[in-house]
């Protein structure tokens, strides 16, 4: 069964350093999206992604975040300067864009500590 | 009010009993519902979406009703396998953002 993956599984960086979360959407599928959850809280959209460009945005998603798909299969989020509270688990999640609803899968996670 | 709204639990059942959770929402022009479930620190994995007319998937039954803006989702028979959180999900349409609920906790006792 197609899956997202997600890279790496756990990355520690220090306040103000670049980090780049990477993801795998399933093959054929168009439309991505982030979401962040801080340990103990709900799910969060970040950004949703379709066709090289930003469909959507939440309060969130400031300036010190961006996304990109640098080819053909892979779709990263940059966090610019990273913060305390940016500490988070990272999803990558993908859907197909073709029936509706439609229906989202997740990746295992980029756990984020930020020190 | 929360655009997704949930009791947080824990509900504690034992093996074979039925549970229902309850989920409301708060934008009336939200056109897509979902049920997933997240196991302790991993990814919410899609248990089912949620239709109009209502939809069963073996032991787990969600309903609609959009006049009161509000989800269910009915385990029937639980296992111990069932224990997780499980969220709902609410989308505004098409591939824009989904909002999450807290999530209920739900754990199965032997």
């Known amino acids: 069964e197609p899956e997202v993956t997600q890279t790496p599984s756990h990355q520690v960086t220090q306040m103000g350093q670049e980090v780049i979360l990477r993801c795998v959407p399933i093959s054929n599928h168009l439309y991505f999206y982030w979401y962040r959850q801080i340990l103990g809280q709900k799910v969060e959209f970040l950004v949703s992604f379709y066709n090289n460009e930003i469909s959507e945005k939440s309060e969130i998603f400031d300036d010190q975040f961006s996304v990109e798909r640098p080819d053909g299969s892979n779709f990263t989020l940059k966090i610019r300067s990273t913060k305390l509270e940016d500490s988070a688990m990272y999803f990558c999640a993908s859907s197909d864009g073709r029936d509706t609803p439609y229906e989202q899968y997740f990746g295992p996670g980029t756990r984020l500590t930020v020190t | 009010r929360k655009e997704v709204e949930q009791d947080p639990g824990p509900f504690n059942v034992p093996e074979g009993a039925t549970v229902a959770f309850n989920c409301t929402y708060s934008?009336?022009?939200?056109?897509?519902f979902f049920w997933y479930r997240q196991d302790c620190r991993k990814e919410p994995k899609l248990l089912m979406s949620?239709?109009?007319s209502g939809n069963e998937d073996g032991r787990f039954t969600a309903q609609l009703n959009r006049a009161s803006q509000y989800i269910s989702l009915l385990i029937r028979d639980s296992k111990l396998s069932d224990s997780a959180t499980y969220l709902c999900?609410?989308?505004?349409?098409?591939?824009?953002?989904?909002?999450f609920g807290i999530g209920t906790k739900l754990q199965v006792i032997p």
């Open positions: 949620v239709y109009s």
């Open positions: 999900v609410v989308s505004s349409g098409g591939y824009q953002k989904v909002t």
């Open positions: 934008n009336s022009a939200s056109q897509s």
